[in-house]
């Protein structure tokens, strides 16, 4: 089992280069159907469980069912989900918190401050806010 695993996004990307002690299966862009078909057969059992997706999904994605096919098939101990920005996906929040309360999961909100220009991304302290919330 391992005692980290990081996987879904840039934001999980971000949250990989300062949880250096978990492994991660983090793309920058990648939306929540991709991550699910390139690689839900390569999840291991964790004691920790970072996800980052839903960030890259555009209308027509079914967010919600495939972060459920993801979370059933993930074994965890606890699992932290990061959520999307709310003002630039709120459909993709609305499905991760939906699945993540389903799991009894918790949900770390983007930092509000402490974000880069694009307002996605978070800065280098954000990373570690996000980071240090997942402990």
Sequence with gaps: MLECLIIGDSIGVGVSQVRKECSAIVKSGINSSTWKNTNLNKLQPAKVLIISLG??????????????????????????????????????????????????????????????ADNVHPTGTGYRKLAEKTK
């Design 55 to 116: 960030a890259n999904d555009l209308r027509g994605h079914d967010t919600e069912g495939n972060v459920r096919e993801i979370r059933k098939a993930a074994k965890a101990d606890k699992v932290y989900w990061i959520l999307p920005n709310e003002n630039l996906k709120p459909r993709a929040v609305s499905d991760v918190t939906k699945v993540a309360n389903e799991f009894g999961d918790v949900i770390i909100e983007r930092p509000k401050t402490d974000m880069s």
